[in-house]
């Protein structure tokens, strides 16, 4: 019925997540509100765990990439699964570790990781740093000389490959600033560095395509060009790489004519063409690491808005004005993804309108979207935003000094606030 599974529609003709009326939600929390059931989260974790036991033998880690969406609770709920997390500031690790997420699954990411990020990685004692550069290998290893440990590393490869997903979040092409570029020779050259360290020890290699990649084919194909560049370093090198890292990306149904393959469907064909080309090349099947942060909490995530002003452009457009907007989902406005509306308290109703909904920011394109079909929105009604549980919340600004919106958990009928709504004095709380 709706893009979630987890919502519905009650006796009131009012929608339901996870069980729980959305209407009551807004009254109890206030809005704007981000809602994010824990159950969804649980479920996603535990196909993408089940799916590497099933297809992949159980030799991999799924590390939930925490940029997707990440505070305590959330982090709590990642270790309680018993997964890994891909952590890209200090800030997230610090959430991460703060949460009690085990850190030997914790990797450590970043183009740009200052020493400061790094030594506080080091003394975390975090599973694996993923090493973009060459600045960033020599110092690393000066920081773990310093400290007398041997750091474990990945480094970041640039496959090469052309995933079909917006411009934006393409970053496995040569023309990117992640990672080594595998054409011009520089990811040989450096695990070649890497491997003559004495601190490092170069334990993968890291690769992620894009995000919101739908066809699986692009994934198979990195897969394949990882594992070939494993060969030439064994070959040449006489160094054996263990571990695989295939990054995240997996697409997700925004729109009810989005049709993402099942993770299961990723994991079986990703894990065949892993064993074929091992095969092939002569080289040991290596651990596989995945990153999926969209995946498995974007479909979790509900934002509730109320509606204000109502503006009839004859001939032009409609707009509905909410209390909240590109501060606490900047999505529409940086990449023009389309979301599914509902009004919560007429969620029984057919949509006979397409709409315009804008946020309350002074700023013309603070939209949530254009052309959006919805039941005929009036001020006072509650707007609900489905799939926002990655890159809203992650992604939200305090821009005109907005406060951003408290995020609560529901779980089998209840609901938990997980972080509290900001406040004015939250607002001026670092200001001198
Ligand atoms: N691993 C690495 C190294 C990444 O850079 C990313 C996402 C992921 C894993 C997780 O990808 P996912 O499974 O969530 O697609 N703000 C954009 C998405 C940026 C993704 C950046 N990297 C958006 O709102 O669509």
Known sequence: MFVSDNLNINENGHLTIGGIDAVELAQQYGTPLYVMDEQVVRSACSRFRDSIEKYYDGQGLVCYASKAFSC???????????????????????????????????GFHGNNKTNEELCYAVDCGVGHIIVDNISEL????????????????????????????????????????????????????AAKQAISCGNVELM??????????????????????????????????????????????????????????????????????????CAELGVEQPFIFIEPGRSIAAPAGTTLYTVGARKEIPDIRTYISVDGGMCDNPRYALYKSEYE???????????????????????????????????????????????????????SSNY?????????????????????????????????
């Open 341 to 395: 509306a509902v009004i919560a308290n007429k969620a029984a109703e057919e949509r006979t309108e397409k709409v315009t909904i804008a946020g309350k920011c002074c700023e013309s394109g603070d939209l949530i979207g254009e052309n959006m079909p919805l039941q005929h929105a009036e001020s006072g009604d509650i707007l609900a935003v489905c799939a926002t549980g990655a890159y809203n919340y992650s992604m």
């Open 204 to 277: 993968g290699l890291h690769c992620h395509i894009g995000s919101q990649i739908f066809d699986i084919a692009p994934f198979e194909e990195a897969a394949k060009v990882m594992l070939n560049l494993i060969a030439q370093i064994k070959k040449e090198l006489n160094y054996e790489i263990k571990g695989l890292n295939l990054g995240g990306g997996f697409g997700i149904k925004y729109l009810n004519e989005h049709d993402p393959a099942p993770f299961e469907t990723y994991m079986e064909r990703v894990s065949k063409v892993v064993k074929s080309t």
């Open 138 to 189: 020599e110092r690393l290893e000066k920081i773990a000389e310093e400290k007398g440990v041997k750091q474990h590393i990945m480094l970041r490869i640039k496959p090469g490959i052309d995933a079909h997903t917006h411009d934006f979040v393409k970053t496995g092409q040569i023309d990117s600033k992640f990672g080594f570029a595998l054409e011009t020779g520089e990811a040989f050259e």
């Open 72 to 106: 305590l609770e959330m982090c709590r709920i990642i270790q309680s699964e018993g997964i890994g997390l891909d952590a890209v500031s200090i800030g997230e690790l610090y959430t991460a570790v703060k949460a009690g997420v085990d850190v030997k699954k914790i």
């Open 400 to 432: 005109n000094r907005i406060c951003r919106p408290a995020v609560v958990f529901v779980n089998k009928g209840e609901s938990r606030i997980a972080v509290k709504r900001e406040t004015p004095d939250d607002i001026i709380r670092n200001d001198i």
